[in-house]
């Protein structure tokens, strides 16, 4: 960095402007970069890129101190000159009284921060309620499976190991009778 840059930055001075604030001095020097960039972008597009990228700046206030507001006044006259007319183009807004009155027609921060409509909270209610309802049904629809399908659960499966083994004892005791009447038939024991 020269001699003149570092003392241009420590007496927060950027593009001929003297900032009161080095936080200031910091923002116009982004501004400065982003001036940069656009330019070597903008030699490249047409009159209505410009118009777009002049548009775009303009509603996310990427200009805010003196070196990007003089960009922006520079873009306006170049799309003036390109064909546009004066009615085409927003003008430029300054976010900052110059005399000590406030302007009546600038909208508070209420004004401009809008709440939410009812309707969309009506509207997540609803869709709440019904999915809440939907769930329900799925629970009582998964009991009624568990309580009345053949599978042994947590709700059932006393039930189903008593009939299981009852079937074996039954089983095991029409074997043990057919057995027996085999015996005596040939005499054994």
Same mark, same amino acid.
């Given at each position: 960095?020269?001699?003149?840059?570092?003392?241009?930055?420590?007496?927060?001075? +950027?593009?001929?402007?003297?900032?009161?604030?080095? *936080? *200031?001095?910091?923002?116009?020097?982004?501004?400065?970069?982003?001036?940069?960039?656009?330019?070597?972008?903008?030699?490249?597009?047409?009159? $209505?890129?410009?118009?777009?990228?002049?548009?775009?700046?303009? $509603?996310?206030?990427?200009?805010?101190?003196? +070196?990007?507001?003089?960009?922006?006044?520079?873009?306006?006259?170049?799309?003036?000159?390109?064909?546009?007319?004066? $009615? $085409?183009?927003?003008? #430029?807004?300054?976010?900052?009284?110059?005399?000590?009155?406030?302007?009546?027609?600038?909208?508070?921060?209420?004004?401009?921060?809008?709440?939410?409509?009812?309707?969309?909270?009506?509207?997540?209610?609803?869709?709440?309620?019904?999915?809440?309802?939907?769930?329900?049904?799925?629970? #009582?629809?998964?009991?009624?499976?568990?309580?009345?399908? *053949?599978?042994?659960?947590?709700?059932?499966?006393?039930?189903?190991?008593?009939?299981?083994?009852?079937?074996?004892?039954?089983?095991?005791?029409?074997?043990?009778? +057919?057995?027996?009447?085999?015996?005596?038939?040939?005499?054994?024991?």
């Amino acid at each position: 960095m020269s001699q003149l840059m570092e003392e241009n930055k420590q007496l927060n001075i +950027v593009d001929g402007y003297l900032f009161l604030s080095a *936080d *200031d001095a910091d923002l116009a020097g982004i501004e400065e970069k982003k001036i940069a960039y656009l330019m070597e972008h903008l030699k490249k597009g047409n009159a $209505e890129t410009m118009r777009n990228v002049y548009d775009k700046a303009i $509603e996310t206030r990427t200009f805010q101190t003196p +070196v990007g507001l003089n960009f922006m006044h520079r873009m306006r006259k170049q799309l003036i000159n390109s064909g546009y007319t004066e $009615e $085409e183009i927003q003008p #430029i807004p300054l976010y900052e009284s110059y005399s000590n009155n406030i302007r009546e027609e600038a909208p508070t921060t209420k004004q401009r921060i809008k709440p939410s409509e009812k309707k969309e909270k009506v509207d997540k209610t609803k869709i709440s309620i019904f999915l809440n309802i939907l769930l329900v049904l799925m629970v #009582i629809g998964m009991f009624f499976i568990a309580k009345t399908g *053949d599978n042994p659960n947590v709700i059932n499966y006393e039930v189903a190991i008593q009939d299981k083994y009852a079937a074996w004892e039954q089983d095991l005791t029409e074997r043990e009778s +057919v057995i027996r009447e085999k015996e005596l038939e040939l005499g054994v024991r």
